[in-house]
């Protein structure tokens, strides 16, 4: 009986420790190789192994240390017209600073920051079909189906869209989709870089889903088309004035503004496709 | 049966034998031999949430606050940003194949330079936050020795999405690349430094970092 006893902490202590263990087993891919270092190797089920094998080759390119093949994970993209792209990368940076930022800093001089985020839902909301197509077209009929529950909810218990109440009350976030991530989904490469006065870093592929957005944004049909050009300017002039010195951080780190941007341009398009 | 009986019996004849003290020992080093085995679940998101908490503790600060005390906010940040990254491994991964062009002294004064061009360019950032949250979402091994810690910073104007990439050495989890909204800060410095080296020399590329922070 009291030989029994000694075995009891020793058990508890076990499970202890070996239950938390089997449980956060499939969060860490530590844990499980050294509990498979420490098993038989006659022991090991299959099913396990195939799935450390599984978890970590996505990644396995980034993370061997051999710098060839991690360099091969570059993302890059042709840029033929640089010439041009860099003239446009200049003048949308003194547009920004000369008129933009000026107007916008005035702007939000005049309007509260509550006001402002509101009137971004607004539009956000009106722009609903791009994003709703977008899904469709990458035949993500959920997301699509998101947009639309979103969309009806917003503009009633969201009044016109100034809440965001699908977020707020069931968690529906918005995704941003767009015709240039469905092309991209579809397999269509980029072509090459395009920077677009005003509209800023694009590319071949994303210009004509750019072409595609406008045709499915309401503001494009407002009569007339000074009045649509004005919806459109106000929006821009509301969103810069939220976002003023995103812009000047970017140029602040980069040690080429114009290199660190068409990167970061093609890097958060394509986690956007592969998402 | 009987063999692996007597076995268990002999054991346990032992450790009875043994003072009460050294039965705690003992009864420690089964807890310690238990405890690797799954020490590192979990470990690499609550050290990127140790570390970050830390900085929000210095933001929140009261003692810290206005004008005359930015630059001891800043020191404090550049002291926890000195544990919570890998220096190293972030400027060897950032130039890739091009770290081996550069001699064991340029590598360091790379480091070091990268270094103070990374902590110039989000300190200050990071120093204007003050009602952010910060949610945790999880963890995706990448591979046995790096993990990504997903979060996500709530303010009121947008939610942005932040990964840490960590890398274990030396049995700490530290910070080598950190991916906003999909775009990592070591491949995007690479597409810089990988642009300058094509036309210059590793001192060419120093000399550029130099004058870059110099001048900030």
């Not at chain 1, 710098?67 to 042709?78: N, Q, R, S």
């Not at chain 1, 919806?231 to 002039?237: G, K, S, T």
């Not at chain 2, 810290?64 to 550049?78: A, S, T, V, Y």
Request: net charge positive; hydrophobic share 40%; with cysteine.
């Amino acid at each position: 009986m009291k030989q029994t006893r000694i075995y009891i902490p020793i058990f508890i202590l076990c499970v202890f420790f070996l239950v938390p263990h089997v449980y956060a087993d499939s969060s860490s891919p530590v844990t499980k190789t050294l509990e498979t270092e420490k098993k038989d190797p006659a022991e090991i089920p299959a099913q396990p192994k195939q799935e450390i094998v599984t978890l970590a080759e996505p990644q396995k390119k980034e993370v061997e240390n051999d710098f060839t093949e991690e360099d091969e994970k570059v993302l890059t993209i042709a840029d033929p017209i640089y010439p041009w792209n860099k003239a446009m990368y200049h003048f949308n940076d003194k547009f920004y600073f000369w008129i933009l930022k000026p107007v916008a800093r005035g702007y939000s001089t005049v309007m509260p920051e509550d006001i402002r985020i509101v009137t971004r839902n607004f539009f956000s909301n009106l722009a609903t079909p791009v994003r709703f197509v977008g899904s469709l077209l990458q035949l993500r009929i959920k997301d699509a189906g998101n947009e639309l529950v979103r969309f009806v909810y917003n503009s009633t218990a969201g009044v016109l869209g100034l809440a965001d109440a699908a977020k707020s009350d069931f968690n529906i976030v918005r995704r941003d989709e767009d015709i240039g991530q469905a092309l991209g989904k579809y397999g269509i490469g980029h072509g090459f870089y395009i920077v677009w006065p005003f509209i800023g870093p694009s590319s071949l592929r994303d210009t004509i889903g750019l072409a595609g957005d406008y045709f499915l944004d309401p503001v494009s049909y407002v009569n007339p088309m000074e009045a649509s050009f004005g919806i459109r300017a106000y929006d821009e002039v509301n969103e810069t004035s939220l976002r003023i010195g995103d812009y000047e951080e970017l140029k602040k780190a980069a040690i080429d503004p114009y290199i660190s941007i068409r990167d970061a341009y093609i890097q958060n398009r394509q986690k956007k496709v592969d998402e | 049966m009987s063999d692996a009986f007597r076995k268990k019996g002999a054991r346990t004849n032992i450790f009875r034998r043994l003072p009460m003290m050294k039965r705690v020992t003992g009864l420690s080093l089964i807890f310690l031999l238990v405890f690797p085995l799954y020490a590192y679940a979990g470990i690499p998101l609550d050290t990127v949430k140790g570390h970050i908490n830390q900085v929000l503790d210095v933001l929140r600060d009261p003692a810290l606050k206005g004008e005359p005390k930015k630059k001891l906010k800043k020191d404090k940040i550049r002291t926890i940003s000195e544990k919570m990254f890998d220096f190293d491994e972030l400027s060897r991964r950032t130039l890739g194949p091009n770290w081996t062009k550069f001699n064991p002294g340029q590598q360091k004064e790379f480091t070091d330079l990268y270094k103070s061009i990374l902590e110039d360019a989000y300190v200050d950032k990071i120093v204007t936050y003050t009602d952010e949250k910060v949610s945790y979402n999880k963890e995706i091994p990448l591979t046995e020795k790096t993990t990504e810690v997903q979060t996500i910073i709530v303010t009121k104007k947008a939610d942005i999405p932040i990964n840490y990439r960590v890398i274990l050495k030396e049995g700490a989890w530290r910070v080598y690349d950190v991916v906003i909204e999909g775009v990592s800060l070591i491949s995007n410095y690479r597409s810089q430094f990988k642009e300058i080296l094509m036309n210059k020399p590793p001192d060419g590329l120093l000399d550029t970092l130099r004058k870059k922070v110099g001048k900030a």
